[in-house]
């Protein structure tokens, strides 16, 4: 009975595990099998990028978000951003806490120290302009548009590009423009200039005879002496009177001493800056002054941006008065302190006229002898600065002056000539060629006649490159060829008497 029992629960373990197996066996899909990893493949979703670029640039910067929210919801942009509008020129100067911006002809300056602003030199007001934030200075867009009268557009484009462009709105009364335009308009339309150069003593009027073709005269009478912007005059009522009296525009000159390191202290200083720019303004206001000459030499080529910054400035204030604004400069290129000092493209964004010292190809000190100003020379360089300057701004200089070039043996080096000399007048050169029987040479190359000979009293060999009526005629050819406003003489006093109707002939102003 007992094995009855163990069979009878060996059957019923067995049908248990039966059932069991029975209802649990895998189906064939469910079978574990081994695969090959598969990579895993990121889904990522688009991000767009945001650029923001200057119709009047090929430049394109990438945007921060933060920064689109500033332009698209505040209204407020990087300085830096502006960099490419035309005519449009800023300076921070951290040492006073003091910002200008310059558009067009209408100035702006921001004194952060008591949050406030001054348009074209009116009453102070709260600074609703220039934002500073902690990644730098920010400009209100809409403030910009209120004071200069500029259109904005701000375009996203389907690759997400934000395109930001200003212009002069077209439709608006520019008054200070129409003002400029008039004056010169009523220029010829091409100008004769000379300079009176006024050293230790005053000019003789009674010396003085009426120029024929000539329009404009600038005396040398303002220097700045110091660094705080003192000016020094040397300005003659008698002049003014006898000027008047010929019908010619007065441009005085003002000069900086040549003096790089008080020049360097006075535009790096805004407030120096404004100095200097009100003390002229009122004499050139107050004498009824038509235009300035700006005869700023020897500046330190790191100062180059900030005499930018000085004439914009100077410019707006005195388009402000209806005074036109010329500058000297030398050609590009040459020596750091005498000609890459000068930012030719910007400072012909602002000047009326840009006068070119285009002399002294051979200066006093040269080691070779040489023509101070020969055509090939000429004409090379203002073929590169009508490339950088709008050739109705350029004025061309012509020497009324040359140099005798003494040439002796070299005390201290083997085969060499030491080479000095002498400027003279055309007076001079007239008296050299009458006192002797000299053999005159034609030098293609410079266009001028010239002369080499031996002076015992002297024990050197001399040579002349001559400036007189048939060099100076082909020089003017130089203003027809590239559309040039016109020639300024250095300087009077200098010429024969005969030359101004050479002059009148050549630039085709006699009838």
Same mark, same amino acid.
């Given at each position: 009975?007992?094995?009855?029992?163990?069979? /009878?629960?060996?059957?019923?373990?067995?049908?248990?595990?039966?059932?069991?197996?029975?209802?649990?066996?895998?189906?064939?899909?469910?079978?574990?099998?081994?695969?090959?990893?598969?990579?895993?493949?990121? +889904?990522?979703?688009?991000?767009?990028?945001?650029?923001?670029?200057?119709?009047?640039?090929?430049?394109?910067?990438?945007?921060?978000?933060?920064?689109?929210?500033?332009?698209?919801?505040?209204?407020?942009?990087?300085?830096?951003?502006?960099?490419?509008?035309?005519?449009? /020129?800023?300076?921070?100067?951290?040492?006073?806490?003091?910002?200008?911006?310059?558009?067009?002809?209408?100035?702006?300056?921001?004194?952060?120290?008591?949050?406030?602003?001054?348009?074209?030199?009116?009453?102070?007001?709260?600074?609703?302009?220039?934002?500073?934030?902690?990644?730098?200075?920010?400009?209100?867009?809409?403030?910009?548009?209120?004071?200069?009268?500029?259109?904005?557009?701000?375009?996203?484009?389907?690759?997400?590009?934000?395109?930001?462009?200003?212009?002069? !709105?077209?439709?608006?009364?520019?008054?200070?423009?129409?003002?400029?335009?008039?004056?010169?308009?009523?220029?010829?339309?091409?100008?004769?200039?000379?300079?009176?150069?006024?050293?230790?003593?005053?000019?003789? +009027?009674?010396?003085?005879?009426?120029?024929?073709?000539?329009?404009?005269?600038?005396?040398?009478?303002?220097?700045?002496?110091?660094?705080?912007?003192?000016?020094?005059?040397?300005?003659?009522?008698?002049?003014?009177?006898?000027?008047?009296?010929?019908?010619?525009?007065?441009?005085?000159?003002?000069?900086?001493?040549? !003096?790089?390191?008080?020049?360097?202290?006075?535009?790096?200083?805004?407030?120096?800056? $404004?100095?200097?720019?009100?003390?002229?303004?009122?004499?050139?206001?107050?004498?009824?002054?038509?235009? /300035?000459?700006?005869?700023?030499?020897?500046?330190?080529? &790191?100062? $180059?941006?900030? #005499?930018?910054?000085?004439?914009?400035?100077?410019?707006?204030?005195?388009?402000?008065?209806?005074?036109?604004?010329?500058?000297?400069?030398?050609?590009?290129?040459?020596?750091?302190?005498?000609?890459?000092?000068?930012?030719?493209?910007?400072?012909?964004?602002?000047?009326?006229?840009?006068?070119?010292?285009?002399?002294?190809?051979?200066?006093?000190?040269?080691?070779?002898?040489?023509?101070?100003?020969?055509?090939?020379? #000429?004409?090379?360089?203002?073929?590169?600065?009508?490339?950088?300057?709008?050739?109705?701004?350029?004025?061309?200089?012509?020497?009324?002056?040359?140099?005798?070039?003494?040439?002796?043996?070299?005390?201290?080096?083997?085969?060499?000539?030491?080479?000095?000399?002498?400027?003279?007048?055309?007076?001079?050169?007239?008296?050299?060629?009458?006192?002797?029987?000299?053999?005159?040479?034609? !030098?293609?190359?410079?266009?001028?006649?010239?002369?080499?000979?031996?002076?015992?009293?002297?024990?050197? +060999?001399?040579?002349?490159?001559?400036?007189? &009526?048939?060099?100076?005629?082909?020089?003017?050819?130089?203003?027809?060829?590239?559309?040039?406003?016109?020639?300024?003489?250095?300087?009077?006093?200098?010429?024969?008497?005969?030359?101004?109707?050479?002059?009148?002939?050549?630039?085709?102003?006699?009838?």
């Amino acid at each position: 009975m007992k094995r009855l029992w163990i069979i /009878i629960v060996l059957l019923v373990v067995l049908l248990s595990l039966g059932v069991f197996f029975l209802f649990n066996k895998p189906a064939e899909n469910d079978i574990e099998t081994v695969e090959e990893p598969r990579e895993v493949i990121e +889904v990522i979703e688009p991000k767009p990028e945001l650029y923001i670029k200057s119709l009047s640039s090929n430049q394109t910067l990438e945007l921060s978000e933060e920064e689109v929210t500033y332009i698209e919801e505040d209204k407020l942009i990087l300085l830096s951003y502006l960099d490419d509008v035309n005519r449009l /020129i800023y300076d921070y100067d951290e040492d006073n806490n003091k910002f200008v911006l310059v558009y067009e002809d209408q100035i702006i300056r921001v004194d952060f120290n008591a949050d406030t602003m001054t348009i074209n030199d009116g009453q102070a007001e709260a600074n609703t302009f220039i934002i500073k934030k902690l990644d730098g200075l920010y400009i209100s867009i809409e403030e910009l548009v209120k004071q200069f009268q500029v259109e904005y557009f701000i375009m996203k484009d389907p690759l997400y590009q934000l395109t930001l462009d200003f212009n002069s !709105d077209g439709s608006k009364t520019y008054l200070i423009k129409e003002i400029i335009d008039e004056k010169r308009n009523a220029l010829p339309e091409k100008i004769t200039m000379t300079w009176e150069a006024v050293y230790s003593r005053k000019t003789d +009027v009674s010396s003085l005879y009426s120029m024929q073709g000539l329009d404009v005269i600038s005396p040398v009478w303002y220097e700045v002496t110091d660094e705080t912007a003192s000016l020094s005059s040397k300005k003659q009522d008698d002049y003014i009177e006898w000027a008047r009296s010929e019908n010619l525009e007065l441009w005085p000159a003002v000069t900086n001493s040549f !003096d790089p390191d008080m020049t360097s202290i006075i535009v790096n200083d805004s407030v120096l800056r $404004k100095t200097l720019i009100d003390k002229l303004l009122n004499l050139y206001v107050d004498n009824g002054f038509e235009g /300035i000459n700006i005869d700023f030499e020897n500046i330190y080529k &790191a100062d $180059k941006d900030k #005499l930018s910054q000085f004439i914009a400035e100077l410019t707006a204030a005195f388009h402000q008065k209806g005074i036109l604004v010329s500058m000297d400069v030398t050609f590009p290129g040459g020596s750091d302190n005498w000609s890459k000092c000068y930012d030719h493209y910007e400072l012909g964004q602002w000047l009326d006229y840009m006068v070119v010292m285009s002399y002294d190809e051979h200066w006093g000190s040269s080691p070779v002898s040489g023509s101070v100003a020969s055509l090939n020379w #000429l004409d090379k360089n203002f073929a590169t600065l009508t490339q950088m300057v709008d050739s109705d701004k350029l004025i061309m200089g012509i020497p009324f002056y040359m140099r005798v070039w003494f040439e002796r043996p070299h005390p201290d080096q083997v085969n060499r000539m030491k080479v000095t000399s002498d400027a003279i007048t055309m007076h001079k050169m007239e008296s050299i060629l009458s006192s002797g029987d000299y053999n005159i040479l034609w !030098d293609e190359n410079a266009a001028q006649n010239y002369i080499s000979f031996i002076d015992p009293k002297d024990n050197a +060999v001399k040579k002349i490159w001559i400036e007189d &009526a048939e060099s100076l005629q082909y020089k003017v050819e130089m203003v027809h060829k590239y559309g040039l406003k016109g020639i300024a003489a250095w300087r009077r006093g200098y010429e024969l008497e005969s030359i101004w109707q050479v002059l009148e002939n050549s630039l085709e102003k006699s009838e």
